[in-house]
């Protein structure tokens, strides 16, 4: 059975920064899809990141390209998701998910999601 766990959210101040981890069993990050996906109130989930093993490919979102770093700790079988200069727009619940490649409809596995709150 895949499950995936998401922790580190919280809240933190507008110009912080925040990193969540989802712990991965069942699979193996090595082989694998992971992506990082985000839904803020009343909008619709939106990727954030992406990172292809074996071979650490990485993509970013738009809205995110320069102030998010995403990793995977093999050892571990756990990836990280790194967001420096965080605003009020990052609010919201962030999920992570595993599949065959980094298209949204590839992932086969997801966490019940992290909330990250943004502040002044």
């Known amino acids: 059975q895949v499950q995936l766990v998401e922790s580190g959210g919280g809240g933190v101040q507008t110009g912080g920064s925040l990193r969540v981890s989802c712990e991965v069993s069942?699979?193996?990050?090595?082989?694998?899809?992971m992506g990082w996906f985000r839904q803020a109130p009343g909008k619709d989930r939106d990727g954030v990141s992406c990172?292809?093993?074996?071979?650490?490919?990485?993509g970013y979102s738009h809205f995110v390209k320069g102030r998010a770093t995403i990793s995977s700790d093999m050892a571990k079988n756990t990836a990280y998701l790194e967001m420096n200069d965080l605003n009020a727009e990052d609010t919201a619940v962030y999920y992570c998910?595993?599949?065959?490649?980094?298209?949204?409809?590839?992932?086969?596995?997801w966490g019940k999601g992290i909330l990250v709150t943004v502040s002044s």
């Open positions: 990172i292809t093993n074996p071979g650490g490919i990485t």
């Open positions: 998910a595993i599949g065959t490649t980094c298209n949204t409809g590839a992932m086969q596995f």
């Open positions: 069942g699979a193996t990050l090595g082989d694998s899809a």
